[in-house]
């Protein structure tokens, strides 16, 4: 029998202690962003407050985050009624996420194109469009924004440093469509927060766990000290915070491979230790010091494993026969559950810190009720996650945790860029 390398699987563990470092440092990251100082927070003013709930009318909503976008026709009834929506997806292929702007664009305007042709024949009536664009844009109005950086693997060449509204809007106009107006610019937790607080008044954060991970709440416009002149005034303003780029983390070593060899090295170290963009490569690489399993170990198979209760561990057997091993024994299926576990949980737990550090910077004492509106694949597949993220919060909380409520907000990023497109119509 080959003696099987001991992996000390305790590094990803964040005892109560390391919560508490994670919600100071992530405060502190979030203050200095908010001033406009070197941080790891880029804490984007986006423009747009929470809706009332009384917004009305029929609008289009594009939701752009990831290889498959949707576009929504739906229309906001008020009362925070949404009524019957029309939705179609499409997916983009490699050649649209690593070639031109123009390629890239093109083929949006293009698949806008068939909805409407599709979904609204005979009307030419001019229709508001919400733009959910779920990566960096440093936002200079409600409806305008330039890319900061590419995340999730996409590299489109031309889009960083220019106004992805504006792009939008050329494209669709080479395309013909004259009938639709791009009157938002949306990132998905906003579009997130927004269509859960549209029948919400509790909820003040939106959050994803997905291919990507990130989060945002309302600021008190006082407290953004860096927002230009302007814009100034009282209430509030949604912050994008892009936590997907915090950084005062520990690390392990799998941590630091995983980054090396990633496409943006330094950059998203949150990202890289949450998102399932990255958790099935950070679990591989566990795997692979001791089980010789080949290829990628996909996000996917985690919550299967964690999930599999069958006696014999047959799923996971499945799932590690699919990498490349070919009679896996009792101890390395339990080894490779122990190590989804443990991974997922650590993300969960960082998550919970951020989130904590979120209300208490609203509400320190947590004096008021929160609902925390969470969407994306990590999030919606793991079970474990919720009751990770809601022990985690009652270590930081206490028994005051149970005025935080976390909801899953289906497919409210689309929703959500249609409700601002109405707060923007005024
Ligand atoms: C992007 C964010 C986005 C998140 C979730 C991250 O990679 O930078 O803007 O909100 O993914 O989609």
Redesign the pocket.
């Given at each position: 029998m080959t003696k099987k390398n001991k992996i000390d699987l305790d590094v990803f563990l964040i005892p109560k202690s390391g919560i508490d470092k994670t919600i100071k440092a992530f405060q502190s990251e979030m203050g200095k962003g908010l001033k406009g100082k070197d941080s790891s927070l880029k804490m984007i003013p986006t423009y747009v407050s929470r809706p009332t709930g009384n917004e009305k009318g029929d609008f289009i909503a594009l939701d752009l985050?990831?290889t498959n976008f949707r576009i929504l026709q739906l229309e906001l009834k008020g009362q925070g009624r949404i009524g019957a929506s029309k939705i179609m997806k499409f997916a983009l292929k490699k050649k649209h996420i690593t070639g031109s702007a123009d390629v890239f664009f093109g083929f949006i305007a293009d698949c806008v194109k068939s909805f409407l042709k599709e979904n609204r024949t005979g009307s030419n009536r001019r229709t508001a469009l919400g733009f959910t664009?779920?990566?960096?844009?440093k936002q200079k109005s409600v409806s305008s924004g330039s890319l900061v950086?590419w995340?999730?693997g996409f590299k489109v060449r031309g889009v960083i440093g220019n106004d992805v509204v504006e792009l939008l809007r050329h494209a669709l106009l080479k395309k013909g469509v004259t009938n639709v107006d791009v009157s938002a610019l949306a990132?998905?937790?906003?579009g997130t927060l927004v269509a859960r607080s549209y029948s919400d008044r509790n909820c003040d954060i939106g959050v994803?766990?997905?291919?990507?991970?990130?989060?945002?709440y309302p600021e008190c416009i006082k407290n953004i000290v860096k927002l230009p002149g302007h814009a100034k005034g009282s209430g509030e303003m949604i912050i994008?915070i892009?936590w997907?780029?915090f950084n005062k983390l520990g690390l392990t070593s799998y941590d630091i491979a995983l980054d090396k060899a990633s496409d943006n090295p330094g950059k998203?170290i949150l990202?890289k230790m949450v998102?399932g963009?990255y958790l099935g490569r950070l679990a591989g690489l566990v795997l692979k010091e001791r089980l010789k399993i080949k290829g990628e170990f996909k996000s996917e198979y985690m919550s299967v494993i964690e999930g599999d209760n069958t006696k014999n561990l047959a799923r996971t057997e499945a799932i590690l026969k699919k990498t490349g091993m070919t009679s896996p024994g009792m101890d390395d299926k339990k080894f490779t559950k122990n190590v989804c576990r443990i991974v997922s949980r650590r993300a969960a737990r960082l998550s919970a810190a951020c989130i904590a550090a979120i209300i208490k910077k609203m509400d320190l004492d947590l004096s008021r009720k929160h609902t925390v509106a969470i969407d994306?694949s990590v999030y919606e597949k793991h079970r474990t996650f919720k009751v990770d993220i809601i022990a985690c919060l009652k270590d930081a909380f206490g028994r005051k945790s149970s005025r935080i409520k976390i909801v899953l907000a289906k497919d409210g990023?689309g929703k959500g860029a249609a409700i601002i497109a109405a707060v923007a119509a005024g």
């Open positions: 985050g990831g664009f779920s990566f960096p844009v950086c995340t999730k990132n998905d937790t906003v994803i766990i997905g291919t990507g991970t990130n989060a945002c994008n892009e997907g780029n998203q990202e998102s963009m994306g990023s």
